[in-house]
């Protein structure tokens, strides 16, 4: 029996993985219902036909409730890439603006967001953000990158790398 180590390249920065955020039928799974909601209401509000604008309103009223019970601050027009996992979605804050690619993982207590007079930052694919970090500004994290929790990220972090501390620094994986 073989017990090989995932490598960083089974998971795709480029392909959204959608099965990531399925969910069981009459599941409880907030973090997934949330995404949901977020999905249909840019699904169906970017429709001209009257019964999806329709939807698109009961859809803001399904993701003020998911926004509740899981207590993350994720607006109806976020730029999230899909296959997005939100394994404890307590406290996520994310920019409107900010751009999400496919594939991530987001724990609790992360916020991305701008400083004052800076863009909103862009997250590659595939990028692990560790609880409580925080990701302010004109910040782009490569593809494959990890955020340790607690992190403070300032500055650009290259693909495939890691970055921790306060403010983060890219740390050597060796």
């Given at each position: 029996?073989?017990?090989?180590?995932?490598?960083?390249?089974?998971v795709?920065?480029?392909?959204?993985?959608?099965?990531?955020?399925?969910?069981?039928?009459l599941?409880?799974d907030?973090a997934r219902s949330?995404?949901a909601?977020?999905?249909n209401?840019?699904?169906?509000?970017?429709s001209?036909n009257?019964?999806?604008k329709?939807m698109?309103k009961?859809?803001?009223?399904r993701?003020?409730f998911?926004?509740v019970?899981?207590?993350?601050?994720?607006p109806?027009?976020s730029?999230?890439?899909g296959?997005?996992?939100?394994?404890h979605?307590n406290g996520i804050?994310i920019h409107?603006?900010?751009v999400?690619?496919p594939?991530?993982l987001?724990?609790?207590?992360v916020t991305i967001?701008m400083r004052?007079?800076?863009?909103p930052p862009?997250i590659?694919g595939?990028?692990d953000?560790?609880?409580?970090a925080?990701?302010?500004g004109?910040?782009t994290?490569?593809n494959?990158a990890?955020?340790?929790?607690?992190?403070?990220?300032?500055k650009?972090?290259?693909?495939g790398?890691s970055a921790?501390?306060?403010p983060?620094?890219?740390?050597?994986e060796s």
């Open positions: 029996m073989s017990t090989a180590t995932p490598q960083k390249d089974d795709s920065a480029e392909t959204p993985d959608w099965s990531r955020e399925q969910k069981a039928f599941s409880w907030p949330l995404l909601s977020i999905r209401y840019q699904r169906y509000s970017a001209r009257p019964l999806f329709l698109s009961v859809m803001v009223l993701h003020r998911w926004s019970v899981t207590g993350a601050d994720i109806l027009t730029k999230l890439g296959g997005l996992l939100l394994p979605p804050v409107p603006d900010a999400i690619g594939n991530c987001i724990f609790q207590q967001g004052a007079g800076s863009p862009s590659g595939h990028v953000i560790g609880a409580g925080k990701i302010l004109n910040v994290i490569g494959h990890c955020i340790g929790a607690n992190a403070v990220v300032l650009n972090i290259p693909a790398k921790v501390g306060i983060a620094k890219v740390i050597d």
